[in-house]
């Protein structure tokens, strides 16, 4: 058996920090060497950056490993609070969502690591908070296609777990959006790299408000399609939100990337790398993937963050 590489605390940090993106600097894009070197050029500019908040509680799991429901509106309240600047969380959620709102709520009900109902849940009452009626909020995954809140939604909120994935390198919030096509099997080629395509079409396009990554219990390794083993899933017990979901992603991809090179004790890229975050940026412009241009807001529990 091959004896793993023991690697400094220090050592790690600065490796996973070089594999920004958590993997696209194996894709040797001409577009990702471009940004790179013109990362001091850059930095003498006043760029935008998109603003991505990791908030981690420790208690957020009760002992089976399920979330708790007031601890997990706590965490996403306190995300929306930091990116919108308001000490009130009602008022920081009405920032996003307006009274005459219909709004869906993109879910994701994948067996092994679900959104969770305690997420969702969290999600209707604060939009209800904000002052849209019930029956003009849907909660869906699969059936989005057919469901009618949906199929005349005016908002979208966007929310899944991040994991590693057979197809795509990462399931990511990206391509939580692939239930809004009729084919999504045509978007398995390339490593799932026409993914953000999907945000241009007109029932998604400009709709989304806001995107929470569920970072609970990640898997960060997969073995084959559809796989899943505890062994690869670990309790990270944290949310990334932000308005950008490109700069939400990479800044998982990272975490998940960072955690590989810990477990595994060496590099270990994502096979097949997650391409769909990098042209997301590169080819179709919906967000940044350049760890330089996003702005991480930590709040919270703070060992073992990985970023």
């Known amino acids: 058996m091959k004896k793993k590489k023991i690697i400094t605390r220090r050592e790690f940090i600065r490796r996973t920090s070089l594999a920004a993106v958590g993997g696209a600097v194996f894709l040797t894009k001409p577009e990702w060497a471009a940004m790179k070197a013109a990362g001091p050029a850059r930095a003498a500019q006043e760029i935008k950056k998109s603003k991505v ?7 957020v799991l009760d002992e089976q490993g399920r979330p708790k429901a007031e601890v997990v509106l706590d965490m996403l309240d306190a995300a929306v609070k930091e990116l ?31 959104t969770t109902p305690e997420v969702e849940n969290a999600l209707k009452k604060r939009v209800m908070d904000a002052g849209v009626k019930e029956a003009n909020i849907g909660i869906d995954d699969r ?26 390198g990462v399931g990511t919030l ?50 084959g399609p559809h796989s899943f083993n505890p062994k690869y899933v670990w309790s990270y017990f944290g ?23 810990e477990f595994f ?25 350049d760890p330089n241009k996003i702005e991480l807001v930590k709040i919270g529990y703070d060992q073992d963050i990985f970023i």
């Open 239 to 261: 949310f990334l939100v932000g308005v950008d979901p490109v700069a939400v992603d990479a800044t998982g991809l990272r975490i998940i990337q960072a955690k590989r090179q």
């Open 174 to 223: 990206i391509k939580n959006y692939i239930m809004f096509i009729p084919d999504p099997e045509n978007y398995h080629g390339d490593s799932c790299a026409s993914l953000a395509s999907i945000w241009e079409k007109p029932q998604v396009k400009g709709r989304t408000r806001l995107n929470v990554l569920v970072m609970l219990t990640p898997q960060f390794h997969v073995l």
């Open 143 to 168: 059936g989005v296609l057919r469901h009618p809140v949906f199929q005349k939604a005016t908002a979208l909120i966007n929310a899944r777990p991040m994991r590693a994935h057979h197809w795509a």
């Open 53 to 59: 908040v990791l908030v981690r509680n420790k208690d």
């Open 84 to 114: 919108t600047g308001k000490p009130d969380a009602v008022a920081s959620w009405k920032t996003f969502i307006k009274p005459d709102d219909i709004v869906g709520i993109k879910s994701n009900v994948w067996t092994y690591i679900p």
């Open 265 to 289: 004790g060496e590099e270990r890229p994502l096979s097949p790398p997650a391409k769909h975050i990098l042209t997301a940026d590169t080819e179709y412009h919906l967000g940044t993937a």
